[in-house]
């Protein structure tokens, strides 16, 4: 087994072969709330289950609330279970992510996976990003509706981040892979190696989470409530403030997380991530063209150009949604794309 490392750029290069024939489960066990993390904000508004399992985040007109890791990670992969409120959402942002940005203020990275509230009657959508090393200035945002009713029932949203590639998943189906950039590469320094942080919140996002701010929470409709179980924390803890290059333990994590299954990006796999796209891919960073001033592809080395017909000059998908009420449209099988 060769393994080639670079620690001083967190660079593993393991032959594709390799990854195929060591590719073995992450342990993703859930762990009762108290092992993990801890309450950050919020008060009363949030409320654990008696068995420690469940966490119900709410918005109401004094607060938002959410939750943090007792640790700080050097890679991993971070999972949870998130039941969405119903009826009007308009504005409420429903967050999971990861970040250290109270650490290093200036130059955070940070990985996100964001639900967005919408109008009664029209869907939640699912917004992923990243950045690294401050790069907030290259927003690389992208934009899903989700094939169910997100208010239904729990649905798992995952990351998986390794020195190689961060991989977001939606009900164990991946959704979107960033590959780590060669350091010659325009935009390799976006990427996060920075121990970070997990997050949960709800919070008042009415200045841009529905239309761009046009539709504003509704504080009659509240308290919105979220619901997270299932929590999945598998990593290497270590000091938040810790950026130093990974040392040897972080190293032989890192590989074992590499050759996990949540990192190994099967042909089945890619296939399902198209198929996603294809179907709930409705704005994507990469084809914005306004906000990029002509070309997003300079800036994103993963922007791929074949689709770039498919979307308008400002991101958004050509493909019509149809605009039926959210339950009936979930329960038919999905929102649709024509």
């Known amino acids: 087994m060769t393994i080639i490392s670079s620690w001083s750029g967190l660079v593993v290069i393991i032959s594709c072969a390799l990854i195929m024939s060591y590719a073995a489960a992450a342990g993703t066990s859930p762990v009762p709330f108290d092992v993990a993390y801890s309450p950050l904000f919020g008060g009363d508004n949030l409320v654990r289950s008696p068995d420690g399992r469940t966490v119900h985040l709410k918005l109401d007109r004094y607060t ?27 504005g409420v942002v429903v967050a999971f992510y990861l970040s250290n940005g109270d650490v290093f203020p200036g130059k955070h990275d940070e990985l996100d996976l964001e639900l967005l509230g919408n109008r009664r009657g029209h869907a939640w959508h699912l917004q992923t990003n990243m950045y690294g090393n401050g790069s907030t200035a290259r927003g690389r945002e992208e934009r899903y509706l989700l094939p169910f009713d997100p208010t239904a029932a729990p649905h798992s949203y995952a990351i998986a981040w ?35 942080s997990v997050y949960a919140t709800i ?55 590499m050759t996990s299954e949540v990192a190994v990006m099967t042909p089945a796999k890619r296939g399902a991530m198209r198929r996603f796209r294809s179907r709930y891919l409705t704005y994507t960073a990469c084809h914005d063209r306004v906000r990029y001033n002509g070309s997003s592809r300079v800036v994103f080395p993963e922007c791929d150009d074949s689709d ?28 649709h794309i024509d």
């Open 162 to 196: 390794t020195p190689a590639a961060v991989i977001f998943y939606v009900d164990g189906t991946p959704i979107r892979e960033l590959v780590r950039c060669p350091s010659a590469m325009p935009g390799a320094g976006d990427y996060p190696a920075k121990p970070m």
């Open 64 to 90: 938002g609330s959410g939750f943090v890791s007792k640790s700080a990670y050097h890679h991993g992969f971070f999972s949870a279970s998130i039941k969405l409120p119903d009826d009007y959402t308009a």
């Open 308 to 335: 770039r017909d498919d979307f308008h000059a400002w991101g958004e998908s050509k493909r019509l949604i149809k605009a039926s009420p959210q339950r009936s449209t979930y329960a038919a099988g999905g929102v």
């Open 203 to 257: 919070w008042d996002g009415s200045a841009w989470a529905t239309d761009g701010g046009r539709y504003k929470v509704d504080y009659a409709y509240a308290p919105f409530t979220a619901e997270f179980s299932d929590l999945v924390v598998t990593g290497t803890g270590t000091a938040a403030a810790d950026d130093r290059p990974c040392g040897l333990e972080c190293a032989a994590a890192a590989v074992d997380l």
